[in-house]
Structure formats: structure tokens, C-alpha cells
């Protein structure tokens, strides 16, 4: 029988014999979290060749790449390819390596053999290739959402320190120079005991404003998927947000990198002492500048600041009363507002279009409120949907709607054309679709219902199913089915919508929602 200190012995030598395969096997094997292939086919031989050598070069730029990101191209017209990865911003230079070589290999060996187009996501990187141009773009689709299923005990608390984290971590990730790694990991406590870790990371190819822009929308996707969660992540194609409860960044590489004192550059005495005599003698002259120009600078700042509070896009991202911090809102947000003009919707046009909300446009009354018609100066019929003040759906179902069914397309949704936030209004505009008219029922013959019934259903499995996020309507009722002028019938209302999980069918509700 063996002695107690030799069976201790016994079990810490296989402990730590484990360990070693483990951290080995994670090295061989980095953590894949998704992929997506496009429906082009490689149809060429050229074209395979090219991408061949593409992934070769791709692979072997990771050895040596300090800032973990290259792109490159390979061919000529009509079957050149062109790809990057980017690594996470807190791994070492070997690990880097290690999952791009996997990635290169993995992508078109298993997951996308014969398409032109793929996108594959690990946890230590992220690779890509396509037949078009996709250098310094900033992109979001295809994406893909994980989240941790359990709930966090405080959510006050813990969703303001989220989103002041977030925050903070977008605009110095955004704003990192040229050449350097758009990054930024960090962490605050969102109880005395209790610690909030956020990774966020865009491509050093974009931006600084395409940057922002990109990981504001990941933020979104999170407040949707993600909201009271214990974690979660989006991965974009130009950007990641991720944030959980326990550590999920190489601490020690951020803390040295904060603690490493920024390079100085060295030069001879006679040229240090030349310099501070240039200084001295236009000192005087910087000086009188800045204070010439320091309440011209004041005043500009505070009409920005001003226009920042009062506008759609600040609304849009500032839910249910909570506040963006001054020193990121001035210039993170003001970003944003260039970059949302095409979605958010004048109040002035929609009041045009609507004969300033006459009873003889409204359409009739919801749960939300009410819905006008209108007609958009080119000609086109819209339908608005106007919050009230009493509405049993909030700012929240609102969000949730515009942020799901602008990212969904298909024949027997409807469409949303745009949202407006001004003057503490809340719309949303649609495609008009002329379903009240009581004389249509006398053409719904059991052939025309049973098309309709079909329509709902090819819907329906599309949300369940097809489309990139996992939908479960929650309140399908017959007044959410929507007919255009054929008699197609379209899914509306999707205030009470939920997305659902990688695999995920079944799920846990806080509240009664729908009809």
C-alpha cells in the first residue's frame, strides 16, 4: 500500500502532468466560436490557386507581426482574392501564429471548402477572405452573439457600470494611433466585491470614427441579446465587444502595457539645447494664441455639446433615463450621429408625410400607440407608429424592435424604412401596407387564406431558423399580420421579440410579455 505522502506526491505529479497536456492541446488547438460561408462557389482553378497562396502569406506574417493584424490580396482580375486576420490585442506574438496557421488550414479544409466568401471567429483571432475589396471598411454583418445564461444578482449597478466601462474602453480603443492596435481591456467593480471585465477591439485599419461606429453597434446587439446577463459578446467582422464577470483578458500582458512608460526620443545635447531655444522664443506667441482662441473654443464646445444632448442618436443609445459620461459622449457620440443619418428620419418629413398626425391618416390603435399613414414626398407610403406617453411597451421594447427587424430581411417580414427621436417623439416608419380596408375580406376565398398561412409560416421559420439571429416573436397574433396590395402577408411588431442562442430552443422569461 502506498504511504499517504507518496500517493500526494502521485496525484500533484498527474495534476500537474494534466495541466501541461491541457495548456499544449489549448496551444495546438485554438477555442473556434463560429464560422460562415458565403454562397459563391470557387469555380476556378485560379481562383483556388490564388487563395492558396493568399492564406500562405496570411499564415506566415503572423510570426513576426507585432501589432497582430495583415491583409493582403492575391491575383488579378477576375479571380484575385483578398484577406486579413487580426488577433486579440492581449495575446502573445505565439499564439497569434499558432491560430492563424489553424484558421488557414481550418477554413477551407472543413468549414468552407468551395465558397469564394468565409468568415471564420476563434477565440484568440479572426480570419477572412473574399473575391471583393474589403480593406479599411468597417463591416458588421455576418455576426455572430454568445452570452452567458446567467442572470447577474444586481442590475442597477451593474448595468451602469457597464455602460461606463464600454464607454470609456470604445473611446480609447477608437482613438489609439496610427499603426497601433485598436484595444483596450479593463475592469470596475460593480459591487465592493464584485468585478465587470470589458474587451473591446476593432481592426487598425479603420478609422477612428469607423471604429467607434462599429463598436457602438456591437454595444447595442449586447443591450438586446445580453441585458442582465452575467456576460456576453459580439464579433463583427471589423470589431468585438465582450464582457463578463469573471477575467477573460491576459491581466498581466494590459497591466504592463499600462505601466510601460511611452518612447522618447534620444538625440545630442547640441540638438536638445537648439530645441529649447526654439520653444523659448515662440512661446510667447502659443501662448497669446490659445488665449485668443480659448473662449472662441469654449463656445463651440458647449453648441456641440448641446446639439449632442438634443440629438436622435443619443436617444437612441441613452435607454430608459441612464446618462453617457461627458468626456466620451462629446466625441464618441457625436460620431455616431454623422454616421446614422440614413436610418434616423426627420421629424419634419415624417409630419409632412403624415398632415401633422390628422385623424383622417390614422390607421388605427395598439399597444404601442398610434399608427398613421403617410405619403414620403417621392410618392412612397409609409406607415408611423408613434409612442405614447401611456404605452404599455417602453423605451426598451422600442430598442429591441429597431435594432432586430433592421437587421432582418425577408418577403413576409415588414420592412422598417427608418426611426425618428426628436422633440420627445418616438416613431417608427414601416412600408405602408393597406390591410384595414374591411372590403379585402371579400376576397380572402379559402385559397387566398391558405397562401396567407403559408406566407406566416415561411416567416416564421425564417426567424426560428434561417436568418443570421434566432427570433421567437413572442406576441403573433392576427393583428400583427400585415397584407400588402398582392394579399402577401408580412410579421410586424416585434417590440416583444427574443433572440435565442447558437443551438438554444428553450429559455426563461422575468416577465409576461404578448397577448
Given at each position: 500500500?502506498?504511504s499517504p505522502?507518496?500517493?500526494s506526491?502521485?496525484i500533484l505529479?498527474y495534476?500537474l502532468t494534466?495541466?501541461i497536456?491541457?495548456?499544449?492541446?489549448?496551444?495546438?488547438?485554438p477555442?473556434y466560436?463560429h464560422?460562415?460561408?458565403?454562397?459563391t462557389?470557387t469555380?476556378t482553378?485560379?481562383?483556388?490557386?490564388?487563395?492558396?497562396?493568399?492564406l500562405?502569406s496570411?499564415?506566415?506574417?503572423?510570426t513576426?507581426?507585432?501589432i497582430g493584424?495583415?491583409?493582403?490580396?492575391?491575383?488579378l482580375?477576375p479571380?484575385?482574392?483578398?484577406?486579413?486576420?487580426?488577433c486579440r490585442?492581449d495575446l502573445?506574438?505565439?499564439?497569434?501564429?499558432?491560430?492563424v496557421?489553424?484558421?488557414?488550414?481550418?477554413i477551407?479544409?472543413?468549414?468552407c471548402p468551395?465558397q469564394?466568401?468565409?468568415f471564420?471567429?476563434?477565440d484568440?483571432?479572426?480570419?477572412r477572405?473574399?473575391?471583393?475589396?474589403?480593406?479599411?471598411?468597417m463591416?458588421?454583418?455576418p455576426?455572430?452573439?454568445?452570452?452567458n445564461?446567467?442572470?447577474?444578482?444586481?442590475?442597477?449597478?451593474?448595468?451602469?457600470?457597464?455602460?461606463?466601462?464600454?464607454?470609456?474602453?470604445v473611446?480609447?480603443a477608437?482613438?489609439m494611433?496610427?499603426?497601433a492596435?485598436?484595444f483596450?481591456?479593463?475592469?470596475?467593480?460593480?459591487?465592493?466585491?464584485?468585478?465587470l471585465?470589458?474587451?473591446?477591439?476593432?481592426t487598425?485599419?479603420?478609422?477612428?470614427?469607423?471604429?467607434?461606429?462599429?463598436?457602438?453597434?456591437?454595444?447595442?446587439?449586447?443591450?438586446?441579446c445580453c441585458n442582465e446577463?452575467r456576460?456576453?459578446r459580439i464579433?463583427?467582422?471589423?470589431?468585438?465587444?465582450?464582457?463578463?464577470?469573471?477575467?477573460?483578458?491576459?491581466?498581466?500582458y494590459v497591466?504592463?502595457?499600462?505601466?510601460a512608460p511611452s518612447p522618447?526620443?534620444?538625440g545630442?545635447k547640441?540638438?536638445?539645447?537648439?530645441?529649447?531655444?526654439?520653444?523659448?522664443?515662440?512661446?510667447?506667441?502659443?501662448?497669446?494664441?490659445l488665449?485668443l482662441?480659448s473662449?472662441?473654443?469654449?463656445?463651440w464646445?458647449?453648441?456641440?455639446?448641446?446639439e449632442?444632448r438634443?440629438?436622435?442618436?443619443?436617444?437612441?443609445l441613452?435607454?430608459e433615463?441612464?446618462t453617457?459620461e461627458?468626456?466620451c459622449s462629446?466625441?464618441?457620440?457625436?460620431?455616431?450621429?454623422?454616421?446614422q443619418d440614413?436610418f434616423?428620419?426627420q421629424?419634419?418629413?415624417v409630419?409632412?408625410?403624415?398632415?401633422?398626425?390628422?385623424?383622417?391618416?390614422?390607421?388605427g390603435?395598439g399597444?404601442f400607440?398610434p399608427?398613421?399613414?403617410g405619403?414620403m414626398e417621392d410618392?412612397?407610403?409609409i406607415?408611423?407608429k408613434?409612442?405614447?406617453?401611456?404605452?404599455?411597451q417602453g423605451?426598451?421594447?422600442?430598442?429591441?424592435?429597431?435594432n432586430?427587424?433592421a437587421?432582418?430581411?425577408?418577403?413576409?417580414?415588414?420592412?422598417?424604412?427608418?426611426?425618428c427621436?426628436?422633440?420627445?417623439?418616438?416613431?417608427l416608419?414601416?412600408?405602408y401596407m393597406p390591410?384595414?380596408n374591411?372590403?379585402m375580406?371579400?376576397?380572402?376565398?379559402w385559397?387566398?387564406r391558405l397562401?396567407?398561412?403559408?406566407?406566416?409560416?415561411?416567416?416564421?421559420?425564417?426567424?426560428h431558423e434561417d436568418s443570421?439571429?434566432?427570433?421567437?416573436h413572442?406576441?403573433?397574433?392576427a393583428?400583427?399580420i400585415?397584407?400588402d396590395y398582392?394579399?402577401?402577408?408580412k410579421?410586424?411588431?416585434?417590440?416583444?421579440?427574443?433572440?435565442f442562442?447558437g443551438?438554444?430552443?428553450e429559455?426563461?422569461?422575468?416577465r409576461?410579455?404578448?397577448?
Amino acid at each position: 500500500m502506498n504511504s499517504p505522502i507518496k500517493l500526494s506526491n502521485t496525484i500533484l505529479l498527474y495534476l500537474l502532468t494534466l495541466c501541461i497536456i491541457t495548456k499544449a492541446q489549448n496551444l495546438n488547438n485554438p477555442n473556434y466560436l463560429h464560422h460562415f460561408c458565403d454562397d459563391t462557389t470557387t469555380s476556378t482553378t485560379t481562383y483556388k490557386d490564388n487563395l492558396n497562396t493568399l492564406l500562405s502569406s496570411l499564415a506566415s506574417n503572423a510570426t513576426s507581426n507585432s501589432i497582430g493584424f495583415f491583409n493582403a490580396s492575391a491575383g488579378l482580375e477576375p479571380d484575385d482574392v483578398y484577406g486579413l486576420f487580426f488577433c486579440r490585442g492581449d495575446l502573445s506574438t505565439d499564439v497569434c501564429q499558432n491560430c492563424v496557421a489553424n484558421a488557414t488550414k481550418d477554413i477551407v479544409q472543413r468549414r468552407c471548402p468551395t465558397q469564394k466568401v468565409a468568415f471564420i471567429w476563434y477565440d484568440e483571432c479572426f480570419l477572412r477572405y473574399s473575391n471583393k475589396i474589403m480593406f479599411s471598411t468597417m463591416e458588421r454583418d455576418p455576426n455572430y452573439t454568445l452570452w452567458n445564461p446567467e442572470n447577474v444578482a444586481v442590475h442597477a449597478d451593474f448595468n451602469r457600470e457597464l455602460l461606463n466601462t464600454i464607454f470609456t474602453a470604445v473611446n480609447r480603443a477608437a482613438n489609439m494611433p496610427a499603426g497601433a492596435k485598436k484595444f483596450r481591456a479593463t475592469k470596475a467593480n460593480y459591487t465592493t466585491e464584485h468585478y465587470l471585465y470589458v474587451l473591446v477591439q476593432c481592426t487598425p485599419d479603420l478609422s477612428s470614427g469607423d471604429c467607434e461606429q462599429c463598436l457602438l453597434a456591437a454595444y447595442s446587439g449586447l443591450e438586446i441579446c445580453c441585458n442582465e446577463k452575467r456576460g456576453g459578446r459580439i464579433l463583427f467582422p471589423s470589431c468585438i465587444v465582450n464582457f463578463e464577470t469573471y477575467i477573460n483578458y491576459n491581466e498581466t500582458y494590459v497591466e504592463s502595457a499600462a505601466l510601460a512608460p511611452s518612447p522618447v526620443p534620444q538625440g545630442d545635447k547640441g540638438s536638445s539645447k537648439k530645441t529649447w531655444i526654439i520653444i523659448g522664443a515662440t512661446l510667447s506667441t502659443i501662448v497669446g494664441v490659445l488665449l485668443l482662441s480659448s473662449f472662441a473654443y469654449t463656445m463651440w464646445r458647449r453648441k456641440k455639446r448641446e446639439e449632442i444632448r438634443n440629438s436622435q442618436v443619443i436617444q437612441l443609445l441613452d435607454m430608459e433615463g441612464r446618462t453617457i459620461e461627458d468626456d466620451c459622449s462629446n466625441e464618441i457620440m457625436y460620431g455616431e450621429v454623422k454616421s446614422q443619418d440614413s436610418f434616423l428620419i426627420q421629424l419634419d418629413i415624417v409630419l409632412k408625410a403624415t398632415n401633422q398626425y390628422s385623424n383622417e391618416n390614422k390607421l388605427g390603435q395598439g399597444g404601442f400607440g398610434p399608427v398613421y399613414k403617410g405619403v414620403m414626398e417621392d410618392g412612397k407610403e409609409i406607415a408611423v407608429k408613434r409612442l405614447s406617453r401611456t404605452s404599455g411597451q417602453g423605451l426598451r421594447e422600442f430598442m429591441n424592435e429597431v435594432n432586430l427587424i433592421a437587421r432582418l430581411q425577408h418577403r413576409n417580414l415588414v420592412k422598417l424604412l427608418g426611426c425618428c427621436l426628436e422633440k420627445n417623439e418616438k416613431l417608427l416608419v414601416y412600408e405602408y401596407m393597406p390591410n384595414k380596408n374591411s372590403a379585402m375580406r371579400v376576397q380572402l376565398d379559402w385559397q387566398r387564406r391558405l397562401s396567407i398561412i403559408n406566407g406566416i409560416a415561411r416567416g416564421l421559420l425564417y426567424l426560428h431558423e434561417d436568418s443570421r439571429l434566432r427570433i421567437i416573436h413572442r406576441d403573433l397574433k392576427a393583428s400583427n399580420i400585415l397584407l400588402d396590395y398582392e394579399m402577401n402577408p408580412k410579421i410586424s411588431d416585434f417590440g416583444m421579440a427574443r433572440i435565442f442562442g447558437g443551438n438554444h430552443s428553450e429559455a426563461n422569461t422575468n416577465r409576461i410579455v404578448g397577448t
